[in-house]
């Protein structure tokens, strides 16, 4: 029996027109189906039409059951519609992603993870920071950075004194759900402090527990559209982050802490930064904040002291430098200069290097180092420093005998 009626939903009919109607006959006695011209080109037009709401902004995908919606596809137009990325802090917080510091005890990875979040919620941006290591010193180093930003509440900030065991899908699971039905789905900042005081009985070192600590993180991530922040350890000699680089290849960004020259100075170098510019080093010179009003006698603590206003300038014009096959090498700033001098030294007490070993034995941070040495090869008549390769391609600087210090 001929079709009357094409459905589009319930309760909600269409009749057919009359070639519909005759297309559907055809195919239900399984004759061919007419198509004209105008049918080819009105389908064409259809597909065009569709073609064009991908890129409209106002254009509204189709809708998926909820456990489908991250395995959603994209067609390469479809791109056009995601957003750059956005900053919450300009340059090194990025919007909805996953970051991480990292750096040896007493390097004030704590205190500038509190700042960013204090600074965030005196804005009213709702964050959640997870204090699982040292909760008995968050009061003051919170109330020092309310007094130093003449801050008498601070309420968008909210802090959990335990952990989660983020590489237990359950253990995530739960805390989503508690989480939620105490801030709803508003907060943009999630600090994880520390990475192993909520990865208890997992092993850094194995690739497969990383990997199920950082889709800890993500689904963290994806739940609330949050910025994640964790915070981890170095190695003994200070060089790397502990355990396997899982957590490195999933970040967005990664931010190491170092003391310089056993100063009260700590270097923030940015030596990860997946689809942004790589922003330039910070010094934090954290001051302290007397506190003895507020909890007692004798009792202060420090703030980190973020530059927020705008990003650290060069202290000079830093040009571009570039080499003898005119490759473009970093430019070089005055505090390069204790770097590449270091570098130089390095190579005259260890003679030829890879680039590998010359970013493990020289103080200032890999990123640091490898550009030190790009731009002393670059100069190597004035510098003496030379680039060459080595066993299986590796990159490898040594000293030529024209080494100014000893000609």
């Known amino acids: 029996m001929p079709a009357e009626f094409f459905q589009l939903g319930e309760g909600e009919q269409d009749p057919l027109t009359p070639d519909e109607q005759a297309r559907l006959d055809a195919m239900a006695n399984g004759q061919p189906v007419p198509v004209s011209l105008a049918d080819l080109m009105a389908a064409a037009d259809a597909w065009e039409a569709e073609r064009r709401a991908a890129v409209d902004p106002s254009y509204v995908p189709p809708a998926l059951a909820p456990e489908h919606e991250r395995y959603r596809l994209y067609s390469v137009e ?23 510091f990292y750096g040896k005890g007493d390097t004030f990875k704590t205190f500038l993870a509190l700042d960013w979040s204090c600074w965030l919620a005196a804005q009213g941006h709702p964050v959640l920071y997870v204090v699982a ?9 919170v109330l ?11 309420p968008a900030l909210a802090l959990m004194p335990s952990n989660v065991d983020l590489h237990s899908p359950e253990s995530v699971a739960t805390a989503v759900e508690a989480w939620r039905a105490q801030m709803g789905d508003s907060p943009v900042l999630i600090v994880i402090d520390t990475l192993a005081r909520n990865f208890v009985g997992g092993n850094e070192s194995s690739p497969q527990e990383m990997g199920q600590f950082v889709e800890g993180c ?7 559209g949050a910025s994640v922040l964790v915070i981890h ?11 396997t680089e899982a957590l490195r290849n999933a970040t967005f960004a990664m931010y190491k802490f170092e003391r310089v020259n056993h100063l009260p100075h ?4 940015c030596d990860r930064m997946k689809d942004a510019p790589q922003p330039r080093t910070v010094r934090l010179t954290p001051g302290a904040v007397d506190l003895s009003e507020e909890i007692g006698p004798g009792i202060s603590s420090l703030v980190a002291g973020w530059p927020y206003e705008a990003a650290p300038e060069p202290e000079r014009p830093v040009a571009p430098l570039a080499n003898a096959d ?5 430019g070089r700033g005055p505090r390069d200069q204790a770097v590449e001098d270091a570098v130089v030294a390095y190579l005259r007490e260890h003679g030829a290097t890879s680039q590998t070993k010359l970013e493990e034995g020289v103080t200032g941070g890999r990123a640091a180092v490898r550009a030190a040495a790009q731009r002393l090869a670059a100069r190597r008549e004035e510098t003496g420093v030379q680039c060459e390769a080595g066993a299986r ?12 210090a000893t000609a």
Request: charged fraction near 30%.
């Open 78 to 100: 479809d791109l056009g519609r995601f957003p750059p990325v956005e900053w919450w802090i300009d340059g090194y917080l990025p919007v909805g992603e996953l970051i991480a």
């Open 326 to 330: 005119g490759a473009i090498v970093p």
């Open 144 to 154: 020092a950075w309310m007094k130093s930003h003449g801050m008498e509440e601070l």
């Open 133 to 141: 290591e040292g909760f008995t010193g968050a009061k003051a180093r």
């Open 218 to 224: 993500e689904t963290v991530r994806r739940a609330f």
């Open 266 to 269: 700590v270097d923030v170098e």
């Open 233 to 243: 350890h170095t190695t003994v000699d200070g060089k790397r982050e502990r355990g």
């Open 393 to 404: 391609k590796a990159i490898v600087y040594s000293l030529t005998s024209a080494d100014p």
